[in-house]
């Protein structure tokens, strides 16, 4: 015989057990601290739980969950996961040490060096203790730079070496531990630094003045004179350009001006490293933070980062603060989020997310900027402990605190509209049971998550809440996910890796081929672009035939070089002119802010037929008589029919 279950009998048993486990959980917080003799009872508990959260010396997590225990005891239906969520709550309790303060954790306490307005954040690059040594970031940069302080520097008398980058590569912190790690060669061979090239000397001096100051035993008068200097300079490439600039126009630096001239360190063309006796450089323009193998995209950088905080490793002081402190019954909304970060999944989404604002947004992120970020994604937002405190919030819903966390908002998933979440959406919204489909939607994952939902899983009208909390959760698990659409970003990755590794750029050609014509419209001749004349019935049709030099990436940017009549000219295609052109190729209309996004791609094609005007492929088309009319060299006009 088949027994069946009776769903009300085990509706009434799940009620059961969770009202014994609250008046244990009553009892045992009344005795801990001090609370109450009064009786069991729902509105018993939560006075106990008010007086208890007055006397802060409990975390504002626990006191949330504490609260849902009373309100669970008024719902009509318990389920299972409640009892175990309630007896788990029952064994934090029991773990407390109770006490007249309340006693910090210890990972709270190292995770506030990640954060740049923390008294004891990791900032001064100048000393490095035992801490500060564990949290530095190898990068391929650095062994260049000790290669050139051994090979150029020490061997030669007189040297001179730039460490070039933009603001907040980590030039400063660079230098500092080159010189901690080979400090008796500094000291042995007098090696000079000059570690900020926008500081001066003087109230009375530039900062080009004092770099001209300090540079003086360079200049073509002193440069051979056999005195000894060597000399490190750290200087952005923006000081740099100014430098030269005033270089040019002096007559006393002009072997040190053609030196850098020479290696494109100031202009976007690729930079070539040219051996001379006195100078040398070494240039953040060279790396890039990320790789891309053909499918999957990584970065040794911001990997090595994320192991410095994230790894689940005796040697890791964060990971050993995080397990003494869930021994000891510590355990907040921050050791949750820390938890959230351990996860393999979430750590690929945010470097994935990382490159993109580096790709997208030209973002510079110094390993500074990165642990200031693991703090705001983990740490809740102004000692607040709600929903809004959790992970998934404070990476894509928290973009006042910082200049990449404004970046994660633009990437926000919840801001995507694609059909799928579109009819997800529908699905969740037409749920008796928010809360519940929500938690069933993450399948195995979702006893991962129920905490985040706790907090608000008695508000069922709380749809956007349940809604974006689902779509950021499952970003992090797998932002390849057919929900979110990439195609755009994953195009540009995929050109971008064409012509770094095989130097395949025909598909790049087509698009920039295919977005001139469209740019200005449609042309009746093919390979040829419509511009207009001071008579809006005649339009000039004009041959397009441009055949690149060599492209190549620099950082983020994809570069083709053209010769023009007038020399060699630079088409700079970045991720968000692709995006443009790629709008523009698939025939939408442009707002205004496109155009602007775009305004070097118009110049050059402005630029280009200027230079070809003389091009015999040039034709006059009459809109009123459907005539075509060619230009000939002396532009006089011949004239055609369409079909020719």
Not at 247 to 265: A, G, P, V
Not at 570 to 579: A, C, G, N, P, T
Not at 590 to 597: V, W
Request: negative net charge.
């Amino acid at each position: 015989m088949e027994i069946t279950k009776n769903p009300i009998m085990d509706d009434h048993n799940n009620k059961a057990k969770y009202y014994t486990n609250a008046e244990e959980l009553y009892t045992i917080l009344n005795i801990k601290f001090q609370l109450s003799t009064n009786q069991f009872s729902p509105s018993n508990l939560s006075n106990s739980i008010f007086k208890l959260k007055r006397k802060n010396i409990v975390s504002y997590d626990t006191i949330n969950k504490l609260l849902n225990v009373p309100k669970t005891l008024t719902h009509n239906k318990v389920e299972p996961r409640d009892i175990h969520e309630l007896k788990a709550l029952i064994e934090r309790i029991n773990k407390f040490n109770s006490g007249d303060i309340k006693v910090e954790g210890k990972l709270n306490t190292i995770f506030k060096k990640l954060s740049m307005q923390s008294k004891d954040a990791i900032i001064n690059e100048n000393e490095f203790d035992l801490f500060k040594e564990y949290m530095h970031i190898e990068r391929p940069i650095e062994q260049r730079f000790s290669n050139k302080i051994l090979n150029h520097v020490i061997p030669n008398k007189k040297s001179l070496l730039f460490l070039v980058g933009n603001v907040g590569d980590g030039k400063s912190h660079l230098l500092s531990y080159i010189q901690k790690k080979n400090l008796d060669n500094f000291i042995n061979y007098d090696i000079k630094i000059h570690n900020d090239a926008t500081e001066t000397n003087s109230p009375k001096n530039t900062a080009i003045e004092t770099l001209l100051e300090i540079l003086q035993p360079y200049s073509d008068s002193e440069l051979n004179n056999g005195v000894q200097n060597r000399l490190i300079v750290a200087i952005n490439v923006g000081v740099l350009t100014n430098l030269m600039k005033v270089m040019e126009e002096s007559d006393k630096f002009s072997q040190l001006f053609k030196y850098i001239n020479s290696t494109n360190l100031t202009n976007n063309r690729k930079i070539v490293d040219v051996d001379h006796n006195y100078f040398d450089f070494v240039s953040f323009r060279e790396d890039s933070n990320f790789e891309y193998d053909g499918d999957n995209l990584s970065s040794y950088f911001y990997s090595e980062a994320l192991k410095k905080v994230f790894a689940p490793s005796k040697e890791n002081p964060f990971f050993v603060a995080y397990r003494d402190d869930i021994e000891n019954g510590i355990e907040e909304i921050l050791h949750y989020n820390y938890e959230f970060m351990l996860r393999e999944e979430f750590q690929n989404s945010l470097i994935y997310l990382l490159i993109r604002a580096e790709i997208e947004n030209q973002a510079i992120i110094s390993a500074r900027d990165l642990f200031n970020l693991f703090y705001d994604i983990c740490s809740p937002r102004d000692d607040r402990q709600l929903y809004d405190s959790y992970l998934p919030y404070l990476l894509f819903d928290n973009s006042s605190k910082s200049s990449i966390l404004t970046i994660m908002n633009h990437f926000d998933p919840a801001k995507l509209q694609t059909r799928k979440i579109d009819e997800t959406a529908i699905h969740l919204y037409h749920a008796t049971d928010t809360y519940d489909e929500t938690l069933k939607l993450l399948k195995d994952e979702k006893d991962n998550f129920s905490k985040i939902f706790e907090s608000f899983k008695t508000y069922k009208e709380r749809f956007d809440d349940f809604f974006n909390t689902y779509l950021r959760i499952k970003y992090l698990l797998n932002y390849h996910d057919d929900l979110f659409d990439n195609e755009i970003f994953n195009s540009y990755i995929q050109a971008y890796h064409n012509i770094q590794r095989n130097g395949n750029y025909r598909e790049m050609m087509l698009l920039i081929n295919r977005a001139m014509e469209r740019w200005y419209g449609e042309s009746p001749k093919e390979n040829h672009i419509v511009r207009n004349t001071n008579n809006s019935n005649i339009k000039l049709i004009l041959g397009v035939k441009l055949k690149p030099a060599k492209p190549y990436v620099q950082q983020s940017v994809i570069i083709f070089p053209f010769e023009f009549r007038n020399g060699t000219h630079l088409l700079e295609i970045d991720y968000q002119v692709f995006r443009v052109l790629k709008q523009v190729d698939a025939g939408y209309f442009l707002k205004n802010e496109d155009y602007q996004i775009a305004v070097q791609f118009d110049r050059f094609v402005n630029h280009y037929l200027y230079s070809q005007n003389l091009l015999e492929e040039n034709y006059l088309f009459n809109l009123d008589s459907n005539t075509m009319y060619k230009l000939s060299d002396n532009y006089g006009q011949i004239k055609l029919n369409t079909e020719d």
